[in-house]
T-cell receptor, first 114, second 112 residues
């Protein structure tokens, strides 16, 4: 199993540009989520999904859109990038409803918005 | 919200046990404590979790106090590769919601 795969690893955008961060998992996990991590900070939840067709907002959802058309994929869209969105983004997935609901994280996408 | 409190940083000598404390005084009865670590800027890695009883796996041991208001992660024989930021998290997710609050974590430095 590849686990959680994120692409791209690095991206530089100009203010106002749009882009999609890709995330895929091959563990058949129902729950998927996106976090951002700013320097010296912990991770903050942006959006999450509890299954195909179902998404919800996390702690810092503004400026981001998500969709979940399949169990495997959970892309994060920046419609109009702003410098405040410069951050490292992590996608995660987990299996809920068990006694071990640990998160599996991707390797991250480092995004710079100029 | 079940907030966790950890020291900012800690040093440990290689080969010695590293005891990483965490306070979670507002934890609710059915909320699990999870520990993750993050090496450099990689994605966080799961270490261990528990509810009430002490737990041990191939990576670490987790000691949870009887009142569940604090816990200690124990790395029995720390190595240089254990240098990382360690996050203690209370999983408040219920039903269809997702709620895990990552604080700033604690930087563990293992010295030769």
């Amino acid at each position: 199993n590849a686990g959680v795969t994120q692409t791209p690893k690095f991206q530089v955008l100009k203010t106002g540009q749009s882009m999609t961060l890709q995330c895929a998992q091959d563990m058949n996990h129902e729950y998927m989520s996106w976090y951002r991590q700013d320097p010296g900070m912990g991770l903050r939840l942006i959006h999450y999904s509890v299954g195909a067709g179902i998404t919800d907002q996390g702690e810092v959802p503004n400026g981001y859109n998500v969709s979940r058309s399949t169990t495997e994929d959970f892309p994060l869209r920046l419609l109009s990038a702003a410098p405040s969105q410069t951050s490292v983004y992590f996608c995660a997935s987990r299996d809920r409803g068990t006694t071990n609901e640990k998160l599996f994280f991707g390797s991250g996408t480092q995004l710079s918005v100029l | 919200d079940a907030k966790t409190t950890q020291p900012t940083s800690m040093d440990c000598a290689e080969g010695r046990a590293a005891n990483l404390p965490c306070n979670h005084s507002t934890i609710s009865g059915n909320e699990y404590v999870y520990w993750y670590r993050q090496i450099h800027s990689q994605g966080p890695q799961y270490i261990i979790h528990g509810l009430k009883n002490n737990e041990t796996n191939e990576m670490a041991s987790l000691i949870i106090t009887e009142d569940r208001k604090s816990s200690t992660l124990i790395l029995p024989h720390a190595t240089l590769r254990d240098t990382a930021v360690y996050y203690c998290i209370v999983d408040q997710s219920q039903g269809g919601s997702e709620k895990l609050v990552f604080g700033k974590g604690m930087k563990l430095t293992v010295n030769p």
